[in-house]
């Protein structure tokens, strides 16, 4: 059975974290994802709050799991008896940082390897802050805050945002 772990902040979710999701699970038994917990990151929602809302936008997706970890991404999937480290890949900005990510959790454990998913087009620009900036400012969030989470978002940021 092939165990994956998909680790991040997802703070909050968005569509192009959720596009990397759909196309993992179709290729792994079950995709765990990871939600970290790093007190020194200054984060919006509480990781209890990032992991329920991941679980809102993927509990139509049978083999996909959400829980939070704090340590060692290897350690964490070690645990979860997990193979595969999945990481996204927008522009060649994230390849030098990701690059680093994966050849030392390689080293940490020659077990576990990454793949990564090139982002579909139409979200190479998005991350969870721009998604933050844009929905603090209450613009548009359609596309790329999923459904589910955009109301909730709003109400954190204290804003009366457009759809
Ligand atoms: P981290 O703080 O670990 O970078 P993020 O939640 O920002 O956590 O991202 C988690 C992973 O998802 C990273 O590998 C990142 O490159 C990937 N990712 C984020 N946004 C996108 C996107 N729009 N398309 C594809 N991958 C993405």
């Known amino acids: 059975m092939k165990i994956a772990v998909y680790p991040g902040s997802f703070d909050p979710i968005t569509c192009g974290h959720l596009d990397v999701i759909k196309r993992a699970a179709k290729i792994v038994d079950v995709l765990i994802i990871g939600v970290l917990n790093n007190s020194s990151k200054k984060s919006l929602f509480t ?30 999937a070690k645990e979860r008896n997990a193979t595969v480290l999945v990481r996204g890949l927008r522009a060649v900005t994230d390849f030098e940082y990701e690059l680093q990510i994966a050849q030392t959790n390689h080293k940490l454990n020659p077990d576990i390897d990454t793949i990564f998913f090139t982002t579909s087009v139409e979200y190479a620009y998005l991350s969870s802050s721009i998604a933050k900036e844009v929905a603090s400012f209450g613009g548009s969030v359609q596309g790329l805050l ?11 940021l204290n804003v009366k945002g457009r759809k």
């Open 47 to 76: 990781p209890e709050e990032r992991v329920e809302l991941i679980e809102r936008v993927v509990k139509d997706i049978p083999n996909v799991k959400v829980e939070s970890f704090s340590g060692l991404t290897v350690d964490f």
């Open 146 to 156: 999923p459904e589910e989470i955009i109301d909730t978002v709003f109400e954190k």
